[in-house]
């Protein structure tokens, strides 16, 4: 019998606030440049990228994630002006900081212990940022918006207080878990 698995990915989530203004921008590109796909999902930092998980397992998932977040800190977290992945990729710029890289990088080397292993992730190194615009973002639209927002001023600062698991509905994604780090400095 064939094993049903969901979608997943793991990420870092900004409080409502910021959630909220960068929707705007989201929903901004899909009004003015036709590019809606930042809208199905929740604005977040990708630590995880997707990956099929069988659902009857999904309990061992969580456990895992939840021993992940014992003794880790909270993480620093600075969003600063927009940046790109030319063609299609317009994204809220985040600025690298040694705990959100150790964070990142002790999570694949968790997941991995898993059997979840990106192999894109292996050959590139972890470039966090917060997408506003991409995949249905047209060469045409991309441009248009780059030039726009390429110079445009926009500065957060968030504590992320924890990492969260996504899980694909059919349509969007959606929070599934919060697993909150349980060291605070």
């Given amino acids: 019998m064939a094993q049903i698995t969901n979608r997943y990915f793991i990420a870092l989530l900004p409080p ?8 705007d921008i989201q929903q901004h590109f899909a009004e003015h440049y036709s590019s809606r796909g930042a809208l199905r999902s929740p604005p977040h930092i990708t630590l995880q990228p ?8 999904v309990n061992e998932l969580e456990s895992h ?6 003794q880790r800190s909270l993480v620093p977290v600075v969003l600063d002006g ?23 990088a002790d999570l694949m080397i968790h997941c991995e212990l898993l059997g979840i292993v990106d192999p894109v992730s292996k050959t590139r190194p972890f ?3 917060m997408t506003v615009a991409f995949r249905d973002l047209t060469r ?11 110079h445009q001023q926009l500065y957060f600062e968030f504590t ?3 990492v969260t698991l996504l899980i694909h509905n059919g349509k969007q994604w959606i929070v599934r878990t919060i697993f909150p780090f349980t060291f605070n400095n």
């Fill in 65 to 70: 994630l939840k021993n992940f977040v014992q």
């Fill in 140 to 150: 045409q639209n991309f441009k248009a918006a780059w030039t726009q927002f390429q």
């Fill in 160 to 162: 992320a207080s924890g």
């Fill in 127 to 129: 470039a966090p940022h």
């Fill in 82 to 104: 927009f940046g790109a992945f030319s063609p299609r990729v317009i994204y809220i710029n985040v600025r690298k900081s040694l705990e959100l890289l150790n964070v990142q």
């Fill in 16 to 23: 409502l606030e910021i959630q909220t203004s960068v929707r």
């Fill in 50 to 57: 997707p990956f099929l998980w069988e659902v009857e397992r």
